[in-house]
T-cell receptor, first 117, second 115 residues
Framework: DAGVTQSPTHLIKTRGQQVTLRCSPK?????VSWYQQALGQGPQFIFQ???????QRGNFPDRFSGHQFPNYSSELNVNALLLGDSALYLC????????????????FGPGTRLTVL | DAKTTQPNSMESNEEEPVHLPCNHS???????IHWYRQLPSQGPEYVIH???SNVNNRMASLAIAEDRKSSTLILHRATLRDAAVYYC????????????????FGKGTKLTVNP
């Protein structure tokens, strides 16, 4: 059973460019969340997608946008890249809680390391 | 967002127990206490969670104080593979603003395991 996969693993861009990162959730999961992790810091929540819609958003500018496809995979887009966008971008998938479960465990991918020069 | 406080780092010897503390003095009655860990060059992984009672699973144990203002993650016999950053996170499934959907990470505790 494949876990969460992300592509590419590494990426180098220059300021002002745009980037698209991709995520395939764990089999059976329907919810995808994206996090940004700067060096030496904990991951910061960017947004979450469920049923192809953004359900919750963290404190990130509109330059950060996303999409979820009918097969539950997701993309994170960042426009007008800044040096400060250099970070590890993590994707996490989960199954929306139902029945007696009130919270769902999130499964993380290995991340995409983005370097902005 | 409910806040947690953890030591920046801790050190242990292999095959000895490790107790990782977390303070959450402003915890609400509906907050669940979650622990995730992040091994080097990997994404975080779920370890354990609890509400009021102590919890055990194959990875660790979670001891929750009676007043719920602190908790301790217990690794019964640390191995080199347990060297990671451990994050203590509060989640409220009934957050009216949907806060339960996101994990709010602090800086965590970096655990070093010596052979």
């Amino acid at each position: 059973d494949a876990g969460v996969t992300q592509s590419p693993t590494h990426l180098i861009k220059t300021r002002g460019q745009q980037v698209t990162l991709r995520c395939s959730p764990k089999s059976g999961h329907d919810t995808v969340s994206w996090y940004q992790q700067a060096l030496g810091q904990g991951p910061q929540f960017i947004f979450q997608y469920y049923e192809e819609e953004e359900r919750q958003r963290g404190n990130f500018p509109d330059r950060f946008s996303g999409h979820q496809f009918p097969n539950y995979s997701s993309e994170l887009n960042v426009n007008a890249l800044l040096l400060g966008d250099s970070a590890l971008y993590l994707c996490a998938s989960s199954l929306a809680p139902g029945g007696l479960a009130v919270l769902s465990e999130q499964f993380f991918g290995p991340g995409t390391r983005l370097t902005v020069l | 967002d409910a806040k947690t406080t953890q030591p920046n780092s801790m050190e242990s010897n292999e095959e000895e127990p490790v107790h990782l503390p977390c303070n959450h003095s402003t915890i609400s009655g509906t907050d669940y206490i979650h622990w995730y860990r992040q091994l080097p060059s990997q994404g975080p992984e779920y370890v354990i969670h609890g509400l009021t009672s102590n919890v055990n699973n194959r990875m660790a144990s979670l001891a929750i104080a009676e007043d719920r203002k602190s908790s301790t993650l217990i690794l019964h016999r640390a191995t080199l593979r347990d060297a990671a950053v451990y994050y203590c996170i509060l989640r409220d499934p009934w957050d009216p603003q949907g806060g339960s959907e996101k994990l709010v990470f602090g800086k965590g505790t970096k655990l070093t395991v010596n052979p």
